[in-house]
């Protein structure tokens, strides 16, 4: 079992290259399985979640390859639709398997996806939308069993939340489907634009994505494509994070901006100054950061819920108060007691945090339970005196590529042993 050691105080500099959206990633690879041929993704991150799906594409009877940041799926028929649990535990973004394969295959059987627990994360609405396209769908013993007895056909499906993974649930599998689907109230966040680029580019015909409403007129097949998966907006915003909390100065290359449209002015309103260039970020912070008054969570494009935790950690040291409102997640505060540890003062209550900045956290022994509570303590670790110790890196892992390189090149004092 690896752990992070930090020693903290170390000011950062220099550029960094943004890695591929984990989040774009893994609704891409569960769409190769519906394109015949060999699709090729560039930009594709190394990641254990990354990695878990590739193993259900084999898994099926896909070719799966990676050579560095490009992956090389080679889909020339799926030859089951059965995955085991223990691949389905092994990331959340394998539900997007069960759209994927019962349009492929016209069934499909599971068990319940894994990932963080940040919440309960219910799969309701992917369930429901799918039996609007026509799924006879049987629950059982944590299993599904999912058949299209008569092929999926299109259908209006009306989301009560714009739900992120149902919004790409019903792309993929309506995109085959007969006849016309209307999703309204869907999510819109820029990785639900990235998965109908590709599949629009494998011949799917959407329209509407990244707003509210999508229009999906069903194709009867899709070809393999190569696309190039959108770069990663939350680790933009922790290395924001990193930056902030250590008084530095750095330049984050291969960024979207607009993508980071609701991040960078809480950053501002906490005293660091940004300038845009084509693809690059340059980022400058001053030596101790403002309080950021009220955040709050909300679906794209609100303040991502994702961000929430590195911005939390940067909060713990900025002069005067923060308060925070986490509105997706019910259980995303699980980080708060390690840093809590550390010296800070924070103080949490249903869906609030209110965080009193302190001047300065200590490192200390922690251990991380989810993805960006591991890279909230990082954020700690890299502006805390001393040596912090962080256990739990299995969950930095499930979305950061190399993270401690990334932070190595920039001057930090990390380490994994
Ligand atoms: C995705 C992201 C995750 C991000 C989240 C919100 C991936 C692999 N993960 O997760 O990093 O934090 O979007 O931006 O892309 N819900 C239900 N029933 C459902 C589906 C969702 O009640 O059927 C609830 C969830 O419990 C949560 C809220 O809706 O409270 C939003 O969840 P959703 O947008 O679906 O998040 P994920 O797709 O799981």
């Known amino acids: ?10 000011r950062l500099s220099g550029d960094v290259q943004l890695q591929g959206a984990k989040n774009s990633a893994l609704p891409l690879l569960a769409a190769t399985v519906l394109a015949q041929g060999e699709s090729v993704l560039y930009n594709c991150p190394q990641l254990s979640d990354t990695e878990a ?37 092994q990331t959340r973004g394998s539900v997007l398997f069960l759209g994927a394969v019962l349009a492929k295959q016209g069934r499909v059987r599971l068990s319940l996806p894994g990932g963080c627990e940040i919440g309960q994360r219910p799969i309701d609405m992917h369930l429901k939308a799918l039996r609007r396209l026509g799924a ?24 009560p939340f714009p739900s992120v993974g149902a919004t790409e649930e019903v792309l993929l599998a309506a995109c085959t489907a007969e006849g016309v689907t209307t999703l309204t109230n869907a999510a819109r966040e820029p990785e639900i634009s990235d998965l109908a680029d590709y599949l629009n580019r494998c011949g799917a015909c959407i329209r509407g994505a990244g707003e509210s409403v999508i229009r999906i007129e069903g194709v009867r097949a899709l070809r393999s494509c190569a696309h190039a998966v959108i770069p990663d907006r939350i680790v933009a915003a922790t290395l924001i994070a990193c930056a902030a909390v250590t008084g530095s100065s750095i330049t984050v290359k ?10 960078l002015p809480v950053f501002e309103d906490a005293g660091c100054t940004f300038s845009a260039k084509e693809n690059e970020l340059h980022m400058t912070a001053p ?120 932070l190595t090149s920039l001057g930090a004092d990390i380490k994994r042993i």
Request: hydrophobic share 40%.
């Open 287 to 406: 030596a101790r950061l403002h309080s950021m008054k009220i955040v709050r969570t909300m679906p794209y494009p609100g303040f991502p819920t994702d961000a929430q935790s590195p911005l939390l950690a940067a909060a713990a040291v900025a002069d005067g108060t923060t308060v925070l409102i986490e509105n997706i997640f019910e259980n995303r505060y699980r980080h708060v007691a390690e840093l809590t540890r550390m010296g800070a003062d924070i103080k949490t209550e249903g869906k609030f945090a209110v965080i009193d900045g302190v001047p300065q956290l200590y490192g200390a022994a922690v251990e991380a339970t989810d993805l960006r509570g591991a890279a909230a303590l990082v954020v700690a670790g890299l502006c805390a005196e001393g040596k912090t110790e962080l256990d739990g890196v299995k969950y930095l892992d499930r979305g950061y590529e190399h993270f401690e390189q990334v």
């Open 53 to 89: 799906s590739l193993r259900i594409l084999r898994w099926l009877g896909c070719g799966a390859e990676r050579c560095d940041g490009v992956v090389i799926v080679k889909n020339d028929g799926i030859a089951r639709h059965d995955i085991p649990d223990s691949f389905m535990r």
């Open 1 to 10: 079992m690896s752990k992070l050691y930090m020693t903290g105080q170390k």
């Open 254 to 263: 291969g960024v979207i901006h607009s993508h980071l449209s609701a991040v």
């Open 136 to 159: 006879v769908i049987k629950e059982r013993h944590g299993w599904l069993d999912c058949r299209a007895p008569h092929g999926l056909k299109g259908a209006d499906i009306a989301l």
